[in-house]
Structures are given as C-alpha cells and as structure tokens.
C-alpha cells in the first residue's frame, strides 16, 4: 500500500449533485430548475423531489476498478493495511465538506455494523477507515465509534427498490448516548455510498436525537454509470460468501 494507489485511483470529477454528490448526466440537471433555490447549485432530480437528512454527501473516488478491489481487500479478505491508504482517501474526501462545519468540535460516527457480523469479520471497516483518517487530521473532530448501534439485522438491500430499501433499514440504528448528539454537528462516515439509504438512515436517526446537522463522508461512491456493474458485482459477492459458508 504506496503512494501510487492514490495516483491510480483519482478522485471523483465532473458535475455533481451538491447534495448527495450523483453524478448530474442530464443537461436539465444544469438549467435554472435544475438549481438550489437558496444556492444556486445544481441539485439531482432526487435531491430536488425530497431534501435528504444530511446536508452534504462527499465521497474520494467512484466503486470501480481499482478502489472497489481495494475496499474489498479489507472487507472480505481482511487486508488491514488496505484502511490507511482507504483513510487517507477518506481525509481527501473530508476536505471538501470542511468549508460547512463550523467553529465547534465535529462528532465523527462510522457506520456500523450488527454484532453478529462484526463477530464474523471481527471489525467494522468504517470505522478502521476512519481512524487512519483521523490519524493525519484530528484536530476539530471527535471519533465517536460506538455513538451509533445496529440494533436488528437487516436483509441484503440487493435487487430491493428504493422504497423497499427504506423499510429494510428503517428502525435498524438508535443512538447509543444522544445527550452527546444534543446541539453538536456529525459527521458519518462509511466505506461506500450505494443508494444512500443507509447514510440517510443514521442521519435521520442522529438529527432525532438533537444533533444540528449531519454530513455524509465515504471513500467511495456508486455514480450512475457504474451503478449496474456494482450490482452485479455485489451480487456476485453475495454468491461467493454463501458458498465459503457452506
């Protein structure tokens, strides 16, 4: 793990959503209606039909090639050293939401994961990811890792709709110590941004508990145009995993 992953795994660029970060693909996407009424910044249609829980979503790099091989490093074949070059990533990606925070300390909560999953893979890569991150720039944030709990398994999201996306993680996080989350800002941070569902969830659950805004950082993002080979590629993920089982 060198200095050359960085250098052949470039970040996003393009147009994109200056909410959630998707890629804009359609010229409508740049007219007036198309903009932020407050801003001016061109929103997704998403964005623009129902305001997401977090303020802004920033993501390194798309889920493709070289990046999604190396989050799988650490997820699947438990390749630890793959988190530094992974949280280094996540730093870069940090940089671009460090214009909206404020004054104050920013709450960092990784994603996590049920109790019976991190038995098996006996860590949570989000927040791995997010130490290495927070090892080059601390000062300002707080990492609180354990601030959010899984409390129920969820089904694999794969093939589900967005709807039904929702239900299956609805009511799958609570806040652990919300008289912490009271009055603060937090950052959420996770491995890999697919639909946003997940993300939206805990920051749902987080803004419930009092927190004054929340922000989404990842590594990567699925866009557009590669989100029907992640699709696949995860589905494949899922046939393989079952047949290690058993």
């Known amino acids: 793990m060198c200095e050359d992953c960085l250098h052949a795994m470039p970040p996003i660029t393009g147009g994109l959503c200056a909410i959630c970060g998707e890629r804009l693909v359609s010229p409508f996407a740049f007219s007036a209606e198309g903009h932020?009424?407050?801003?001016?910044?061109a929103l997704c249609g998403l964005c623009r039909r129902l305001e997401p829980p977090y303020v802004k979503a920033t993501a390194y790099g798309s889920y493709e090639s070289g990046l999604r091989e190396?989050?799988?490093l650490?997820?699947?074949?438990?390749?630890?050293p793959a988190a530094n070059v992974l949280g280094r990533m996540l730093a870069e990606a940090i940089e671009d939401l460090q214009p909206l925070f404020s004054a104050g300390e920013v709450l960092v909560v990784p994603v996590p994961l049920h109790s019976r999953k991190?038995?098996?893979?006996?860590?949570?890569?989000?927040e791995l990811i997010a130490r290495a991150a927070f090892k080059i720039k601390s000062a300002g944030f707080q990492l609180s890792?354990?601030?959010?709990?899984?409390?129920?398994?969820?089904?694999?999201?794969?093939?589900?709709?967005?709807?039904?996306?929702?239900?299956n993680i609805r009511g799958a996080f609570v806040v652990a110590r919300p008289s912490e989350v009271v009055g603060?800002?937090?950052?959420?941070?996770?491995?890999?941004?697919?639909?946003?569902?997940?993300?939206s969830e805990c920051a749902r659950v987080l803004r419930r508990?009092?927190?004054?805004?929340?922000?989404?950082?990842t590594v990567a993002r699925t866009l557009k145009t590669e989100a029907q080979h992640a699709i696949r590629g995860s589905e494949a993920e899922v046939r393989l995993t079952m047949a290690a089982a058993g």
Request: aromatic share 6%.
């Open 36 to 41: 932020s009424a407050e801003s001016g910044e």
């Open 70 to 72: 190396l989050i799988h």
């Open 74 to 80: 650490l997820k699947y074949n438990q390749v630890r």
């Open 118 to 126: 991190l038995r098996q893979r006996e860590f949570n890569q989000s």
């Open 145 to 167: 890792a354990n601030m959010l709990k899984r409390c129920r398994e969820t089904k694999s999201q794969i093939g589900l709709s967005r709807h039904q996306r929702r239900e």
């Open 184 to 199: 603060r800002e937090v950052l959420v941070v996770d491995d890999v941004f697919t639909t946003g569902t997940t993300v």
């Open 209 to 217: 508990a009092g927190a004054t805004k929340v922000y989404v950082a």
